[in-house]
């Protein structure tokens, strides 16, 4: 993301939200930029036969959408109005010209939360390369008055069986090692932690930084702690 449109969407937060909670969305940020930046990488094999069922309640309706003219001006308004609507339509309309797919949750008829993934590619430069089979989940979110509820779980569910039902091979998800929530949600979830990764840009070259680590035990801690051993790859864009 680019410092004019960081700004911009900054601006629009405080115009929406005040100044209070725009200083503690500020502090946040830096916050898990400088004290916990690693993400948790996870993946999950897209096989029906291992997959636990999942049952979507008749309360709630998924549904995916392709294009931005099948997302309904009301659904699109939630997922833009609460940061800078007019960024986000754009991140929204050049991620449909990629071939990502979004996934819509509605709870008593209003969306509820919402997911996204691709396939045989990423949307940003990514930790490794993925295979023509290969699917990425991003940008998972929950409004905030339906927490608490298992959405994301039930949401990834469906799709980890949509996907494995299409011929998909294998989904990559991440997350950073501060969202617990989300991390405890995984863990409900068939994703296993693949590693904790860092990312750097240094004169133009994306470096990744893995961290080598018992996945079992951080599952179990929710992160490790001592010393580990890095190594240092360059990624390819």
């Known amino acids: 993301m680019s410092i004019s449109d960081s700004i911009s969407r900054l601006t629009s937060y ?6 209070t909670a725009t200083l503690h969305r500020v502090r946040l940020a830096g916050t898990h930029a400088l004290l916990a930046g690693r993400m948790v990488v996870l993946y999950c094999d897209l096989d029906e036969r291992k997959l636990p069922p999942v049952s979507v309640p008749d309360t709630l309706r998924v549904q995916r959408i392709t294009a931005k003219t099948e997302l309904s001006v009301e659904h ?4 833009t109005n609460f940061w800078n609507p007019k960024l986000a339509s754009r991140d929204i309309q050049e991620r449909f010209e990629r071939g990502a797919s979004l996934w819509l949750v509605e709870c008593e008829a209003r969306l509820a939360g919402y997911g996204w993934t691709l396939r045989g590619q990423t949307i940003a430069p990514y930790y490794f390369p ?12 929950v409004f905030p008055r339906f927490r608490g509820r298992a959405l994301h779980w039930l949401l990834t569910g469906h799709i980890l069986h949509t996907l494995a039902a299409e ?15 989300q991390l405890a949600s995984f863990t409900m979830t068939p994703f296993r932690i693949l590693g904790l990764v860092r990312k750097y840009r240094i004169w133009g070259q994306l470096l990744t930084c893995w961290v080598e680590s018992e996945a079992a ?11 580990r051993t890095m190594k240092m790859r360059r990624s390819n864009e």
């Open 217 to 227: 035990g951080w599952e179990r801690r929710g992160a490790t702690r001592g010393n």
């Open 167 to 181: 011929g998909g091979s294998r989904a990559f998800a991440d997350t950073g090692e501060w969202n617990q929530a």
């Open 76 to 79: 699109l308004q939630s997922m």
């Open 14 to 19: 405080y115009r929406l939200h005040g100044l």
């Open 130 to 141: 993925l295979g023509p089979d290969d699917v990425q989940l991003f940008d998972f979110y």
